[in-house]
C-alpha cells in the first residue's frame, strides 16, 4: 500500500534534496522561513514521532488539523500521513487534535478524551503561554523526537476517506488542470482549509515536482517584489 508522505517526498529528495521546497512569508511580523526538501522531511518526521510515541496515533487513527496554511501545517500533515493516520479538516469527530490556540474549544470538540497539541507557529519554537494541564505544547514536545522515521506500511485513508492512491491521482490531475511543472516555483496566498483546496494549493504542487512561496497576511504592495525576490514563476 502507497505511503502518502513518502510518495510525495522520495521523488523531490532523489530530484532536489536541499533547494527550496517551501518558502513561507507572513507579511504581517515579517517572517520568512525557508525550508529544503530535507528540512521539511526531517519537521515530517519528528511530527510523526511525536504522534506515535507521545500521542498514540497510527494507521488509521483520525487527525483533526486545525491549522492555517502555513510551513509548520505542511510538516504537520506529511508527519500525519507518514503514521498512516486519517487528515480530518474542519467538524469532525478525531482521536488526536493538532491546533492554534484560538481553535481549542474547536479541538476539545473534535477529540473528547483525546490528545491535543498545540501549535504556537512562532518562527523561534516559542511555546503557548498558559496551556491548560493535559493538553500537548507542539513546539516544547517536537524538538525532543527523532528526525528519522518508519513509514507506515499499511496505512488507512489519508484525507476525506480517500486513500493515499486516490488522493495522488487527485493531486496528479490537478496539477495538470493547473499546467504545474517541476521547475516551476508558486506564489501562492491561497488557503488549505478544505480537502480541494490542500489538494489544488500544496498537493499539487509538489506531485508536480514545484516549490511553493506561501504568503499569509498578504501585502499587496509586496506580492510583485515577493515574485523578483522568489523568483516565482506561477501565482
Given at each position: 500500500?502507497?505511503?502518502?508522505?513518502?510518495?510525495?517526498?522520495?521523488?523531490?529528495?532523489?530530484?532536489?534534496?536541499?533547494?527550496?521546497?517551501?518558502?513561507?512569508?507572513?507579511?504581517?511580523?515579517?517572517?520568512?522561513?525557508?525550508?529544503?526538501?530535507?528540512t521539511l522531511l526531517n519537521w515530517a518526521a519528528k511530527t510523526a514521532n511525536l504522534l506515535r510515541d507521545e500521542l498514540g496515533a497510527g494507521p488509521g487513527s483520525r487527525?483533526?488539523?486545525?491549522?492555517?496554511?502555513?510551513?509548520?501545517?505542511?510538516?504537520?500533515?506529511?508527519?500525519?500521513?507518514?503514521?498512516?493516520?486519517?487528515?480530518?479538516?474542519?467538524?469532525?469527530?478525531?482521536?488526536?487534535?493538532?491546533?492554534?490556540?484560538?481553535?481549542?474549544?474547536?479541538?476539545?470538540?473534535?477529540?473528547?478524551?483525546?490528545?491535543?497539541?498545540?501549535?504556537?507557529?512562532?518562527?523561534?519554537?516559542?511555546?503557548?503561554?498558559?496551556?491548560?494541564?493535559?493538553?500537548?505544547?507542539?513546539?516544547?514536545?517536537?524538538?525532543?523526537?527523532?528526525?528519522?522515521?518508519?513509514?507506515?506500511?499499511?496505512?488507512?485513508?489519508?484525507?476525506?476517506?480517500?486513500?493515499?492512491?486516490?488522493?495522488?491521482?487527485?493531486?496528479?490531475?490537478?496539477?495538470?488542470?493547473?499546467?504545474?511543472?517541476?521547475?516551476?516555483?508558486?506564489?501562492?496566498?491561497?488557503?488549505?482549509?478544505?480537502?480541494?483546496?490542500?489538494?489544488?494549493?500544496?498537493?499539487?504542487?509538489?506531485?508536480?515536482?514545484?516549490?511553493?512561496?506561501?504568503?499569509?497576511?498578504?501585502?499587496?504592495?509586496?506580492?510583485?517584489?515577493?515574485?523578483?525576490?522568489?523568483?516565482?514563476?506561477?501565482?
Amino acid at each position: 500500500m502507497t505511503n502518502l508522505s513518502s510518495a510525495l517526498l522520495d521523488p523531490l529528495l532523489n530530484r532536489d534534496p536541499v533547494g527550496p521546497r517551501i518558502t513561507y512569508y507572513d507579511d504581517a511580523t515579517g517572517e520568512r522561513i525557508e525550508l529544503s526538501t530535507v528540512t521539511l522531511l526531517n519537521w515530517a518526521a519528528k511530527t510523526a514521532n511525536l504522534l506515535r510515541d507521545e500521542l498514540g496515533a497510527g494507521p488509521g487513527s483520525r487527525i483533526a488539523v486545525l491549522l492555517p496554511a502555513h510551513w509548520q501545517t505542511a510538516a504537520v500533515l506529511l508527519g500525519v500521513w507518514y503514521i498512516g493516520a486519517e487528515v480530518v479538516l474542519g467538524p469532525g469527530e478525531a482521536d488526536v487534535a493538532l491546533c492554534t490556540a484560538d481553535r481549542l474549544a474547536e479541538a476539545e470538540a473534535a477529540v473528547g478524551p483525546g490528545e491535543i497539541a498545540v501549535l504556537s507557529l512562532d518562527p523561534f519554537g516559542k511555546p503557548v503561554a498558559d496551556l491548560p494541564v493535559g493538553i500537548t505544547d507542539y513546539a516544547t514536545s517536537v524538538r525532543v523526537h527523532g528526525d528519522q522515521v518508519v513509514p507506515e506500511r499499511q496505512p488507512g485513508p489519508a484525507l476525506d476517506g480517500r486513500s493515499a492512491d486516490e488522493l495522488l491521482a487527485a493531486a496528479a490531475d490537478s496539477a495538470a488542470a493547473q499546467n504545474l511543472k517541476a521547475d516551476d516555483r508558486v506564489l501562492s496566498t491561497r488557503r488549505w482549509d478544505s480537502a480541494d483546496e490542500l489538494t489544488d494549493n500544496l498537493l499539487a504542487i509538489f506531485t508536480a515536482g514545484g516549490s511553493l512561496v506561501q504568503v499569509a497576511n498578504p501585502d499587496p504592495t509586496q506580492l510583485d517584489r515577493r515574485r523578483q525576490t522568489e523568483k516565482t514563476t506561477r501565482g
